[in-house]
């Protein structure tokens, strides 16, 4: 474990150097103590109601609606979990992490790339950029304050990069890099925010590559990971007659990555949900979950994002064959091991160190930060 002497230590708080396990989920606090925070945070930033849709579907997975009309990206934010608790709780956050996302930035500089490379320890370029980009050595750009979670240096981040907002902006803006939530990411304390937002970076870093590569990854059988919590999830679906197939996503650190789709006779179009974690059995929560809760989400019609056509020409996904066993990988002990674990192996995968952007509000009670992590890839495909 971690010292407080270490480079690390900047991070830690004394809730970190353990950890409350929850069904799919690991956490700092309880869940009663984290809904205080988050029904608190909720409030603060506009969110006017919070709605449980998990009935609308015939599967039963917990799935909640955070209501916030005042958003300037999503006003529906969605969340899931094993237990209805735990589905509110994520809806809740989801909302309060995006608020955080839209507030503008305060940038600590304006320069081109090239006046600042001495101070970024990475190739700007090895971030994700829009398509087409007018990104070059000479395009000025606001940068925000950021820190390298393998050492705690101080780095510069495009602000572009971190912040995220749908309001249509006055003026000149030459698209340079794509602007997404991937590495967004809330918690009870600095550390496990940063450890959910790099997980998703992780996650859809693979699941990138696996567009891009056309490898579907490898088909497993959820039943063999030995999980009490992934066998209720498999049994739910089945008794709502709901295919479920899942795929576990190559990834360059190695961690457990899993796709999720559900399908069914009834509903034809496939869902899918994706998942990451150190822990198999957590990472495949997430993604069968997610898949749920996407397909919630075409149900009640709710989201802002939802895509027109589709429904058209859908047709059901085929039972897949019989799956791979699983292997059950666990997570440690506490979350301070956990980060520093996750830590290494995305600075070796993606041969950069991540940084955070720390983006928590004193006035809304709740940590926010967003991860990047240059070198790793991110489509639009992917959201």
Request: glycine share 8%; proline share 8%; hydrophobic share 40%.
């Amino acid at each position: 474990m971690r010292t407080d002497n270490s480079s690390f230590s900047w991070i830690f708080s004394d809730s970190d150097r353990s950890k409350v396990r929850l069904p799919g989920t690991d956490r700092a606090h309880d869940p009663a103590a984290t809904l205080e925070m988050a029904g608190r945070a909720a409030r603060r930033v506009g969110v006017t109601r919070v709605a449980d849709i998990t009935l609308l579907d015939t599967i039963g997975i917990p799935t909640f609606q955070a209501i916030r009309p005042t958003s300037r990206t999503l006003a529906v934010s969605q969340g899931k979990g094993v237990t209805p608790e735990l589905a509110r709780l994520s809806a809740m956050m989801e909302a309060v992490e995006l608020w955080h996302a839209e507030q503008p930035l305060c940038p600590v500089a304006t320069a081109p790339p090239r006046e600042v490379a001495g101070r970024l320890g990475y190739d700007v370029r090895d971030l994700p950029l829009s398509t087409p980009t007018v990104l070059h050595d000479g395009l000025p750009l606001d940068w925000v304050a950021g820190r390298s979670l393998v050492d705690g240096a101080e780095t510069l981040v495009p602000a572009d990069v971190v912040g995220f907002s749908l309001v249509r902006r006055a003026g000149w803006n030459p698209p340079a890099f794509f602007e997404s939530t991937n590495g967004l990411a809330s918690g009870n304390t600095v550390a496990e925010a940063v450890l959910h937002a790099l997980y998703e970076v992780v996650e859809r870093d693979a699941v990138t590559t696996a567009i891009s590569g056309g490898d579907r990854g490898v088909l497993v059988d959820p039943e063999t990971s030995g999980s009490p919590v992934v066998g209720e999830l498999c049994a739910m679906t089945a008794r709502a007659r709901v295919r479920l197939e899942v795929r576990s996503l190559p990834s360059p650190t190695e961690l457990p990555c899993f796709l999720a789709r559900v399908s069914c006779d009834d509903y034809p179009p496939g869902f899918v949900g994706y998942g990451c974690h150190l822990s198999s059995e957590i990472a495949l929560t997430r993604a069968v979950t997610e898949a749920a809760q996407a397909r919630l989400g075409y149900i009640s019609g709710a989201r802002d994002d939802l895509l027109p056509d589709f429904h058209k020409d859908a047709a059901p996904v085929p039972a897949a064959g019989p799956g791979e066993p699983i292997q059950t990988l666990r997570a440690h002990g506490s979350l301070v091991d956990d980060l520093e674990d996750v830590v290494k192996r995305a600075a070796v995968a993606f041969a950069h160190a991540p940084v955070v952007i720390d983006l928590t509000r004193e006035d809304i009670g709740v940590p926010v930060v967003r991860v990047v992590a240059p070198g790793s890839r991110v489509r639009p495909e992917v959201f």
